[in-house]
């Protein structure tokens, strides 16, 4: 049974026997995963056998599969797969569980925020938190320096993924934090350093959108210009050949930054080498 569990198709049986058997029969498949629920949450396809199991018992009765993933909690949040794991915590886990996480991330907001993976956790955390962690957790990301920092608003502007999380900040966030975000936006438009790429660009004209109006000249410009992004990688004319049908295909079924793959899909880039107990650097 074990082995099952990460066969790209016997987990989704191991996962239908969690949901449809008897209690006593999934509590043995529960017990197989002592010892190793760090292993099958990094797996995936066996992570999703430890999201079953955390639907499917009460939290005192599976209380070593929580304590098993917070003993490995940050390398965890950086990972293609464990990060779903512990989205799943946050939605199944006691208060307890969700404090657990939130304070992790907390100190590391911005650096996580940047990471592929580890941005799906804030968003997360910033959806299911309770109440008063999610106020800690947008006061953080709102106090986010503009300048004179290695990590800066500037960073979370120009990532393809810390752009989202501002996103989902300033929609959770209330008008006084809003107007503090809007400000600080200002203030990197005046500074002329948010570079203009799809991402920040992004953010930009969505709050334009909303309604939000930037005391910043040429914000229209800003938004509706070729991004330097696109511009560097006009081809010259030389270049612009047509390409054959076999191409384009194959560049049309490339998919969007955002488009991270779910736990279904293996096609995901190694995340390298991990520090013990601190989150990994992100460039």
Do not use: W
């Not at 990460?6 to 043995?28: E, L």
């Not at 107007?179 to 004209?205: A, C, D, P, T, Y």
């Not at 779910?262 to 991990?274: H, K, V």
Request: hydrophobic residues 35%; charged residues 25%; glycine residues 4%.
């Amino acid at each position: 049974m074990y082995e099952l569990m990460f066969n790209d198709n016997g987990n989704f049986v191991v996962s239908k026997v969690i949901k449809v058997m008897p209690k006593a029969t999934v509590h043995k498949i529960a017990e197989l995963c002592r010892g190793k629920c760090y292993k099958l949450s990094r797996d995936k396809s066996a992570c999703r056998i430890v999201q079953r199991l955390l639907d499917r018992f009460p939290t005192d009765e599976i209380r070593f599969i929580f304590e098993e993933l917070r003993a490995e909690i940050n390398a965890l949040i950086l990972d293609e797969f464990g990060n779903y794991v512990l989205s799943h915590v946050l939605l199944c886990g006691t208060y307890d569980d969700k404090c657990f996480i939130i304070e992790k991330i907390l100190d590391d907001i911005v650096q996580l925020s940047l990471h592929k993976f580890g941005s799906n956790v804030v968003e997360k955390c910033l959806e299911l938190a309770p109440e008063n962690m999610r106020e800690m957790i947008l006061d953080r990301i709102v106090a986010v320096p503009v300048q004179n920092q290695r990590l800066t608003l500037i960073d979370l502007l120009n990532s393809q993924f810390g752009n989202y999380v501002v996103q989902r900040t300033f929609e959770m966030s209330n008008s006084q934090r809003r107007g503090i975000l809007i400000f600080k936006i200002e203030q990197v438009l005046q500074s002329g350093k948010l570079i203009q790429n799809k991402h920040s660009r992004h953010v930009i004209s969505n709050l334009v959108k909303q309604g939000i109006e930037f005391k910043v000249p040429n914000i229209e410009q800003f938004i509706n210009e070729p991004t330097q992004q696109s511009q560097s990688k006009q081809p010259s004319q030389k270049q612009s050949k047509l390409k054959p049908d076999s191409e384009k295909k194959s560049a049309q079924a490339q998919p969007s930054v955002r488009n991270r793959p779910s736990a279904n899909s293996g096609n995901r880039p190694s995340l390298g080498s991990l520090n013990s107990g601190k989150f990994s650097q992100v460039s």
